[in-house]
């Protein structure tokens, strides 16, 4: 599937901006503004502003309209109001949010008001369109091509969880094709004898491999080392169910804690053969985060007990977690009901930010109560 270059939002800081013929006054005067330069993302959003208002030509006005989200079913944290981040249940990613609109607002605060009680900007709903669609389309060129941007999800192909530091490797079985992107985008090569001006005149997404009459199109937003839950959810609203091997918990690790990190071998023997091999391969993911989120240092199979510096280690990492558990104001039992089965379908129609909200809650705790369980069984020595 292709689309020329000359239907698209392109911002090239070698070849310069390049849009389809219209007026664009909000993005043409943010390029030409005798201020800071602005950086790329501000400046498509300001032209996502002009195509919904219809200084954009036709096309995009429609596009705008009709294809892109409406503002209140935004699931991205930067487009929600306090009591609605506050569904988050985690401090870190809603200041994230909050600063995020004060830099919007300190830009242009006659496009931040916001369309209703709990509706963002247009301005704000312009930026996490651009957040979450865009992509860079060569080494300092950045692009929003329409129709290429409604490609979902899915693994990057060949991404296989890295074994927690100190452990050997372990052969992973793939997972399943439907979970693995089978496209991919790139800008368009010079033509054959021609210079490099002339790529990238059209963008295309691109098969990986042989797909299937009604089998889904989807490509990696992450790439081959994935990226955390809260980044997933910042940038693209939603985070992957049933774990993500590339999640983290946050730990402060002190000099003390890093010059006595967690035996490896130690844990290898607290889960047992099956549930550690399990980690390694990334079929438990929860328990792989886990593992790699915690100093770790490989003994070499030494006595198997650990050294009281190591459990001090266990203990304090261990307040850490359950100070972050402590954070939600639900618990995970009634987070998982409240989205499982009819309800929860009703919800997601209903309100598909709440359900973004409850679906990062559920996925951190998991996560956060894995790790909780380590540690709680190494601090026991």
Wanted: glycine share 8%; proline share 9%.
């Amino acid at each position: 599937m292709r689309v020329p270059r000359a239907a698209a939002i392109v911002l090239d800081y070698d070849r310069g901006l390049s849009v389809p013929p219209a007026r664009w006054p909000r993005l043409r005067g943010g390029v030409s503004a005798n201020i800071e330069p602005l950086p790329w993302d501000i400046l498509q959003a300001l032209a996502l502003v002009d195509g919904l208002a219809g200084d954009g030509g036709e096309f995009w006005a429609r596009y705008c309209d009709v294809l892109l989200p409406a503002p209140e079913r935004l699931t991205l944290p930067m487009c929600w109001e306090p009591q609605r981040l506050a569904q988050l249940q985690h401090r870190a990613i809603a200041a994230a949010a909050e600063a995020q609109q004060d830099r919007l607002m300190g830009m242009f605060p006659e496009l931040m008001e916001p369309l209703a009680a709990d509706v963002p900007s247009w301005f704000q709903w312009a930026f996490a369109c651009v957040r979450s669609r865009a992509f860079r389309a060569g080494a300092d060129a950045f692009a929003f091509v329409p129709f290429l941007d409604l490609a979902n999800h899915a693994d990057a192909p060949q991404a296989v969880p890295p074994a927690p530091a100190g452990a050997s490797a372990a052969a992973s079985p793939p997972p399943p094709s439907n979970q693995v992107a089978n496209a991919d985008f790139r800008a368009s090569p010079p033509a054959s004898g021609a210079d490099e001006a002339g790529a990238g005149e059209y963008f295309e997404l691109y098969a990986l491999r042989d797909i299937a009459p009604g089998e889904e199109v989807t490509i990696s937003y992450a790439g081959p080392e994935g990226y955390t839950n809260q980044r997933f959810m910042a940038q693209y609203g939603f985070v992957p169910v049933g774990g993500n091997t590339a999640d983290r918990v946050s730990l402060e690790l002190t000099p003390e804690m890093q010059a006595a990190p967690l035996d490896l071998a130690v844990l290898q023997e607290l889960l047992g053969d099956a549930l550690f091999m399990s980690a390694l391969r990334g079929s438990d993911p929860y328990l792989t985060a886990a593992l790699k989120s915690l100093p770790l240092a490989d003994s070499g199979g030494g006595s198997g007990s650990a050294s009281a510096e190591s459990v001090r280690t266990a203990a304090a990492l261990l307040q850490q977690v359950e100070a972050q558990l402590a954070e939600g104001s639900t618990t995970l039992e009634a987070d998982e009901q409240l989205l499982g089965g009819p309800e929860g379908r009703a919800l997601a129609e209903s309100d598909p930010r709440q359900v973004a909200a409850v679906a990062y809650r559920i996925e951190r705790k998991r996560l956060l109560g894995k790790a909780a369980a380590l540690l709680r069984a190494y601090a026991r020595g």
